[in-house]
Structure formats: C-alpha cells, structure tokens
C-alpha cells in the first residue's frame, strides 16, 4: 500500500488548504483525494508500536546502517552514511543481476541501502558476503578497477585508488 506522510504545524496546513465545493470543506491532502485505508494504517501501527517502539525501531535502523557502512568500509568498498541517516550509499555493483537480486537504488556509480526496520544483521552479512564475493571476480584481474567516487561522496569515504588511504586511517 503506497503511502507518504508529510507532518507540519498546524499554521503551515492552511498553506495547502483549497476549497472542494462537493464537500463544502476545506482539503488539505496534497494529491486532493486519498484512500482512507492508509491513515487507518498508519494511525494504528503507531498506536500498537507507541513512542517507545517507534524509537526502539529508529536505534535499531542507524546501528544497522552504521554496522552495514563499517561492513562496505572494512571490505575496501567506497562508502558514505550522514549522521543520523539510514541510506547507505556505496559504490554501484558491475553486475546487473546482483543489483536486480539485491533490489538496489542505482544512479551513475552509486548505490544505496535504505536500512529499514525488518533489515537484521543476518541480511545484511548476506549482503556483504555476496557483495565481496562478486567484486572479488569483477575486479580479479585489474582489467576493471573500483570507480572514484570522491565527488559524490567525499575523498575520506572513497577507496578507489587514488583516494583508498584515506578509509585506513
């Protein structure tokens, strides 16, 4: 069930407000129409879960995204993750197929993960594993080498050749 939330003051929803004659009221939805599943949705996970959940769930998120970058960096894999971030971007896989299978975000040479709350530290050893496996083959002979991704992502989080060095300190 797709769905977005957008969460503002109260001040700032006037802003959005239109007038629908056929209801005589004021909407406030930003695509002016919504299924009324999703608010249910919504209103009742957050209600089961409560603050503490939600927070539980938020930990748990970052130390998963954090313990995944570490993974990528420690294997010599560009990498970068804000502060505070769940998306770990990465440099993107050579092959097609891993990318489909693993359900990766690509743009030019990078590739992120959106560590979401069902995402355990068993998936993402998996991930890693098979990552390192796969680069080990693409990258085998030298014919290839890791792109530079120092623009993107900054010199101290790219490993490429030039700026490798710069993850061991």
Same mark, same amino acid.
């Given at each position: 069930?797709?769905?977005?939330?957008?969460?503002?003051?109260?001040?700032?929803?006037? !802003?959005?407000?239109?007038?629908? /004659?056929?209801?005589? #009221?004021?909407?406030? #939805?930003? %695509?002016?129409?919504? %299924?009324?599943?999703?608010?249910?949705?919504?209103?009742?996970? =957050?209600?089961?879960?409560?603050?503490?959940?939600?927070?539980?769930?938020?930990?748990?998120?970052?130390?998963?995204?954090?313990?995944?970058?570490?993974? =990528?960096?420690?294997?010599?894999? %560009?990498?970068?993750?804000?502060?505070?971030?769940?998306?770990?971007?990465? /440099?993107?896989?050579?092959?097609?197929?891993?990318?489909?299978?693993?359900?990766?975000?690509?743009?030019?040479?990078?590739?992120?993960?959106?560590?979401?709350?069902?995402?355990?530290?068993?998936?993402?050893?998996?991930?890693?594993?098979? !990552?390192? !496996?796969?680069?080990?083959?693409?990258?085998?002979?030298? /014919?290839?080498?890791?792109?530079?991704?120092?623009?993107?992502?900054?010199?101290?989080?790219? %490993?490429? !050749?030039?700026?490798?060095?710069?993850?061991?300190?």
């Amino acid at each position: 069930m797709p769905c977005g939330v957008h969460i503002t003051r109260k001040e700032y929803v006037a !802003l959005l407000a239109q007038n629908v /004659e056929y209801i005589a #009221t004021l909407d406030t #939805t930003i %695509s002016g129409s919504r %299924s009324g599943h999703t608010p249910i949705f919504i209103w009742y996970g =957050l209600n089961i879960k409560g603050y503490k959940g939600i927070r539980q769930d938020v930990r748990k998120c970052l130390m998963n995204a954090q313990y995944l970058r570490d993974g =990528l960096r420690n294997a010599g894999i %560009s990498t970068m993750l804000n502060e505070m971030s769940i998306v770990v971007v990465f /440099e993107r896989p050579l092959d097609d197929e891993f990318i489909k299978h693993w359900q990766l975000s690509c743009v030019g040479n990078m590739a992120h993960v959106v560590v979401m709350p069902h995402v355990t530290i068993k998936m993402l050893d998996d991930f890693l594993h098979d !990552l390192v !496996l796969k680069r080990n083959i693409w990258y085998e002979y030298g /014919e290839v080498q890791p792109p530079c991704l120092a623009k993107e992502i900054g010199v101290f989080n790219c %490993s490429c !050749l030039d700026h490798g060095k710069g993850l061991m300190n």
